[in-house]
């Protein structure tokens, strides 16, 4: 390669390379799981399953080359992401690429929504909340992925990266006061907030023209705007902030489309809720307890709201805080540029054998180790994000099948176990069982991106505000102390590559809340992890190599479900796929929601990546302009399934028309596809009677 050579010259004159640019490629692909009948993931709420879609999911990619090293990093409209759909990735990227892009120098991030289709973790404990494997929730995933990279690697040019952050307040708080607390004076005394206020942002500049084509905004927060009694498909504040700064930079274009891909990523939001009212006891109005979070020992009716009045309402004001703090650092006079080599590094670890030499404040060394994965009793009470359903201790039954299972499979842990996760009182024991295959990952990956002085610590889980911030300096400090660049800025990538549940402060998990009875290797979890990456980023800035570690067992196909393929369709008699059932009333006006209904299929059938269900369209001379998709804030697709017998289905389209809208006559397509009973899956599509709006 000719940049090759040119950048080894340069390389050889000390200070050459700084200025030199880097090749950038940004991509953005649709990856929207199974829109109904799939359970959410995240809340584990068997009763929040898919009854449709409000926003779509996206993946967004952005790609880093210094002419010699290449790094990946992708933002996923998800939960979070596995080591399965990882490999699936890759594999499909080799095809394409050959041995390009690796498990080495990729790193998938999920956005931790809390609105999307789960089933693809693989490690059954994950999928147990949604009935097990869901095929198609994990094909969407792979498929939108992938799609993103290669959109990023066909797209590649030069271009210059610029480093800005800022302090958001009012978007965020924390959900367990009472857990950070337990972390020192003072350390607790260096830090104005007790959750992280900065926001981060990457922005990508194409050098031809100046043009920002990308940017990466990482603020720890979780995207529980939604709640869990949302049944509609959404990338929730975060996923909401992405489409509105896409929009603003691509002249107005609809969701999924335009040259520049804009992304909000997870970072360390453990702890941290965007309900920034904060719990209350619904039932009396009053606090609840402090350290509990219940109201009269219950944990159910303690719930935290706002900052609007309902979910939807939050949802856009925690977007707008995003989006406005993100317009404000990407319009920054005097933004750093981020110079220096591209460098990545990778180990797999196997946590319950990890072992570690660290120092105590009083200078004492003490060995530690992880433990096999546990949850504890805490797990079972969620947060006041969403309450947990199932209380384990009054051994109540639950109408889940694979919980009652979970319950009645005996395999108590052993005393050694008991010792090791102390005080956690363990509820599953889910490190001691292997049937009918990994319940929680033993092994995860340990991961840094560095673009020039910018540091990517790729965490596979949700670390709490006060673990993020100890990794994050550890981290800085290795790569200096180590002749890294001096203006390190370390960003904690939330949610990579595989899901391990909590990371809190080993004072954090005495308290025992959920994120430290969630934390499952044990109360040394979060040294362990300082310990390993501060390995990763000495060896990174040497060019050392490090072992690769245990590669994860790929248990693909032994993979379980409760999760039966959607059955047929089929429409009233006298009617067709696409009828139009309820048209739309002949004039509207801004202000008003149309509300109109189709005879139609399963959107299970196809998930219509890259497409939608829904098209608002409005007549511009001889053609009809598509002005809206199932992808905008204004429209939302139901569907609903009326009757079992003969199949058939409900699908309720509704478009708020907003203050911008034109007057003008519009109508609204719908696309879907219906399943018949030999099993063929045929497209249809209907439209509806043309309307005004005044
Ligand atoms: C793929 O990469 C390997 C290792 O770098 C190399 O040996 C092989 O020739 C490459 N294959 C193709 C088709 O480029
Ligand atoms: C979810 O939000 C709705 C308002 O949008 C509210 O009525 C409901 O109580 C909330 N439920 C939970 C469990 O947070
Ligand atoms: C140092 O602190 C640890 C933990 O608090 C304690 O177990 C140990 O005895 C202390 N060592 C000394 C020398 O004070």
Redesign the pocket.
């Known amino acids: 390669m000719k940049s090759k050579a040119i950048l080894a010259l340069l390389a050889l004159s000390c200070c050459a390379l700084v200025d030199a640019d880097y090749q950038i490629g940004v991509g953005r692909a649709d990856c929207t799981g199974p829109a109904a009948e799939i359970i959410f993931m995240g809340y584990a709420k068997l009763s929040q399953v898919g009854c449709g879609l409000h926003l779509r999911q996206f993946s967004r990619a952005f790609i880093v080359d210094d002419g010699e090293n290449r790094a990946v990093f992708v933002s996923i409209d998800s939960l979070t992401m596995n080591h399965g759909v990882r490999r699936q990735v890759l594999k499909n990227l080799a095809a394409l690429y050959n041995d390009t892009y690796t498990e080495k120098n990729l790193v998938l991030s999920g956005t931790h929504s809390h609105s999307t289709p789960g089933g693809f973790l693989m490690d059954l404990m994950l999928d147990i909340p949604c009935l097990g494997f869901v095929q198609e929730s994990f094909d969407s995933l792979v498929d939108g992925i992938t799609q993103s990279i290669i959109n990023a690697h066909e797209s590649m040019v030069e271009g210059k990266i610029f480093l800005t952050s800022g302090t958001l307040l009012d978007a965020n708080i924390n959900r367990s006061p009472a857990s950070y607390l337990y972390n020192p004076d003072e350390e607790r005394a260096k830090y104005d907030y007790d959750v992280d206020k900065e926001m981060v942002q990457l922005k990508f500049v194409r050098s031809s023209d100046n043009q920002p084509i990308g940017a990466i905004n990482w603020f720890a927060v979780h995207p529980t705007s939604m ?4 049944c509609l498909v959404s990338s929730d504040n975060v996923g909401y902030a992405s489409i509105q700064l896409e929009a603003y930079l691509n002249n107005g274009a609809l969701p999924g489309t335009g040259e520049f891909v804009g992304a909000f990523a997870s970072s360390n939001l453990g702890d941290v809720s965007p309900n920034t009212k904060g719990p209350i006891c ?1 039932d009396t109005g009053e606090e609840c307890d402090f350290v509990t979070s219940t109201c009269n020992g219950e944990a159910k009716t303690c ?3 706002g900052p609007g009045d ?3 309402e ?1 949802t856009s004001i925690i977007a707008g805080k995003l989006l406005d703090k993100a317009k404000e650092l990407f319009d920054q006079a005097e933004p750093e540029e981020v110079t220096g080599p591209v460098k990545y590094i990778h180990q797999y670890v196997d946590m319950p054998n990890e072992k570690a030499t660290i120092t105590l404040a009083n200078g004492t060394e003490q060995e530690i180790q992880g433990c096999p994965p546990a949850m504890g009793y805490s797990f079972a009470g969620g947060t006041t ?3 947990g359903e199932f209380d384990f201790a009054q051994g109540t039954i639950t109408d889940n099948p694979f919980w009652d299972a979970v319950r009645n499979f005996v395999f108590p842990p052993t005393e050694e176990e008991i010792a090791c996760h102390a005080p956690k009182p363990i509820l599953v024991n889910t490190g001691g069982v292997d049937f009918p295959y990994s319940w929680q990952a033993r092994i995860v990956t340990t991961q840094i991106l560095l673009f020039g002085q910018v540091a990517l610590i790729a965490v596979p889980g949700e670390f709490t505000t006060m673990s993020g911030r100890r990794l994050r300096e550890a981290v800085q400090d290795t790569i200096i102390s180590n002749g890294g660049p001096e203006n390190t800025k370390p960003v904690l990538t939330g949610h990579s590559n595989v899901y391990t549940n909590y990371i809190a402060t080993p004072e954090e998990y005495q308290l025992q809340r959920y994120e430290g009875g969630s934390t499952i290797y044990g109360p040394q979890t979060l040294n362990l992890y300082i310990n390993k990456f501060k390995q990763l980023a000495a060896a990174m800035v040497k060019g050392e190599t490090l072992d690769p570690g245990p590669t994860p067992h790929d248990f693909s196909s032994q993979l379980i479900t409760l999760v039966f393929p959607a059955a047929a369709d089929g429409t009233a008699l006298g009617q067709n796929f696409g009828d139009c059932l309820q048209q739309p009333a002949e004039s509207v006006s801004s202000g008003d929601t149309v509300v109109v209904k189709f005879a139609g299929g399963n959107p299970r059938h196809n998930s219509l990546l890259g497409s939608s269900y829904i098209s608002v369209e409005k007549a511009t001379g001889d053609d009809w302009v598509v002005v809206a998709t199932d992808a905008n804030w204004e429209t939302r697709y139901l569907w609903k399934r009326t009757n079992s017998d003969t199949g058939e289905n409900e699908v309720t389209i509704e478009w708020d028309v907003g203050e911008t809208v034109e007057p003008g006559e519009y109508r609204i397509r719908h696309n879907g596809h219906y399943k018949t009973e030999s099993g063929a899956i045929n497209p249809y599509e209907g439209v509806t009677q043309s309307f005004t709006v005044a």
Do not use: H, K, Q, R
């Open positions: 709640n869990n009694t949302n619904i719930i935290a709201f309902n979910m939807v939050s994000d969403g309450p």
